[in-house]
């Protein structure tokens, strides 16, 4: 009935009454404790499992590891069970589990715009895929390339919102020096839009309210940015 924890105290209530009574069938204790055994990592298989119909990922891991240590402490014992066949299927469904808790939180991070965890938790599915034994597997290699023109993606995100933010901060110095007649002039509500790349820099918008006693005005000038040097100049169309 795969009820594994009752199993295994059965078992276990078996072999310390065979211990007790002094059995004199060794056969039969070296069976009991093999299906101890056994046991043991069916029971870790099954909650890993269920761990995983319910999306807990860490558990999956966790236990799944736990089936794999047990696998290789009892290797001996299991003489009918290829423990290394069962040890690559189980590492494999890790590794899985791990990539698909990692894709979750990029997913959520990515709603909150927080970039540089999304970078992150990119580079660790990469990792985790080179240093397994299936990082030449075609399925496990398509999630690398995938994987790092997210990485991509995401760090020219993360580079748009930096300068962003940069514009925003500057935005009084940069209008002032562009716009003289500003100089005496309140200026607030400053706004920055990326509009889109020439060539292999950033093309941003800014624009500002303007007072000067009189009715508010609205200036707006564009800036472009070179990420291959860092450079900022006013940008006007030909």
């Known amino acids: 009935s795969r009820d594994w924890d009752?199993?295994?105290?059965?078992?276990?209530?078996?072999?310390?009454?065979?211990?007790k009574l002094n059995h004199s069938a060794p056969e039969t204790v070296g069976n009991?404790?093999?299906?101890?055994?056994?046991?043991?990592?069916?029971?870790?298989?099954?909650?890993g499992k269920k761990a995983f119909?319910?999306?807990?990922?860490?558990?999956?891991?966790?236990?799944?590891?736990k089936a794999i240590v047990l696998l290789k402490e009892n290797s001996k014992l299991l003489s009918k069970i290829n423990t290394e066949e069962s040890r690559v299927k189980l590492s494999r469904i890790m590794l899985h589990a791990e990539i698909i808790k990692d894709k979750q939180d990029i997913a959520k991070y990515l709603q909150s715009e927080e970039y540089e965890a999304v970078i992150g938790k990119?580079?660790?599915?990469?990792?985790?895929?080179?240093?397994?034994?299936?990082?030449?597997?075609?399925?496990?290699?398509?999630?690398?390339?995938?994987?790092?023109?997210?990485?991509?993606?995401?760090k020219h995100q993360l580079l748009l919102i930096e300068q962003a933010?940069?514009?925003?901060?500057?935005?009084?110095?940069?209008f002032r020096k562009h716009y003289p007649a500003s100089?005496?002039?309140?200026?607030?509500?400053?706004?920055?839009?990326?509009?889109r790349n020439i060539g292999n820099k950033?093309?941003?918008?800014?624009?500002?309210t303007e007072k000067a006693g009189?009715?508010?005005?609205?200036?707006?000038?564009?800036?472009?940015?070179?990420?291959s040097n860092g450079r900022w100049r006013f940008y006007a169309e030909d």
């Not at 069916?42 to 909650?47: D, N, P, Q, T």
């Open 6 to 19: 009752k199993a295994l105290n059965s078992y276990q209530r078996a072999i310390a009454l065979a211990t």
């Open 214 to 227: 009189g009715r508010p005005l609205r200036l707006q000038m564009d800036y472009l940015y070179s990420p």
């Open 32 to 47: 009991l404790k093999e299906n101890i055994a056994k046991t043991k990592i069916y029971l870790a298989i099954e909650k």
């Open 202 to 208: 950033l093309l941003f918008r800014m624009q500002c």
């Open 122 to 154: 990119l580079q660790h599915i990469q990792q985790s895929i080179s240093t397994s034994p299936f990082a030449k597997q075609t399925e496990f290699q398509a999630i690398v390339k995938e994987s790092k023109a997210q990485a991509e993606d995401a």
């Open 165 to 174: 933010e940069y514009l925003t901060a500057n935005y009084e110095k940069l």
């Open 53 to 65: 119909a319910a999306s807990h990922w860490e558990t999956v891991i966790a236990q799944y590891e």
């Open 183 to 195: 100089r005496r002039s309140v200026l607030s509500a400053p706004k920055v839009e990326f509009l």
